[in-house]
């Protein structure tokens, strides 16, 4: 079966969202061109180490080539959720980072989960054995605009536990630095008092 690639060569908007509720959310990166939507399902870690490579890609775009990219900021201009129903084409399983360097973008290509092993050529390739894909071209301002964003949707899940780093939940978290006793748990228990 012939590969299904989805190009955008200039969308009106590409970004990283979440469906459900923190501790519960599914992630998904959603491109939009025109009336045309494409979403793809992938983990929290993904979006994450997608929105660093993108940053650390454009630094290294400055240094080699010169070119112009926009300084890294914590400020997100699109805060619109994504657009509903999300449907996911696919699961993400690769990922692939590029520079075209006569258009001057980010090329950013998304490939499903596959049962069948391919040959990494694949990726940013327009062969028709494969996996299905997501192309998005990303002018530098537009990549740097994705990571910041992207960032700032892994934040808002669960804060971390100051104690271990890991997400606390709003029933209750067991630290594992304090070997399993919840803070509070032990002193000044009612079931502590002697009778």
């Not at 992630?27 to 660093?52: C, G, N, T």
């Not at 596959?114 to 990303?138: K, N």
């Not at 301002?141 to 606390?168: H, K, M, Q, T, Y």
Request: net charge negative; hydrophobic share 40%; aromatic share 6%.
């Amino acid at each position: 079966m012939t590969r299904s690639i989805h190009v955008f060569r200039s969308p009106d908007r590409f970004v990283a969202g979440t469906v459900g509720q923190p501790g519960d959310r599914t992630f998904y990166l959603q491109a939009v061109h025109d009336e045309r939507v494409v979403s793809v399902i992938l983990e929290k870690q993904q979006v994450a180490v997608l929105a660093e490579r993108i940053d650390a890609l454009l630094v290294e775009i400055n240094r080699r080539f010169g070119t112009p990219v926009p300084p890294e900021t914590g400020q997100v201009e699109d805060l619109s959720p994504l657009i509903t129903p999300v449907d996911a084409e696919f699961r993400v399983g690769t990922m692939g980072l590029g520079w075209d360097s006569e258009a001057e973008t980010v090329v950013v290509e998304l490939l499903a989960v596959s049962d069948t092993e391919f040959d990494a050529s694949v990726v940013l390739d327009d062969s028709e054995e494969g996996p299905d894909a997501v192309r998005v071209f990303l002018s530098p301002e537009s990549a740097r605009e994705f990571a910041a964003r992207s960032n700032r949707v892994i934040s808002a899940g669960r804060p971390p536990c100051p104690l271990c780093d890991e997400p606390l939940d709003p029933a209750g978290h067991i630290c594992v630095r304090t070997n399993g006793y919840r803070r509070g748990a032990i002193a000044g228990s009612d079931d502590d008092a002697d009778t």
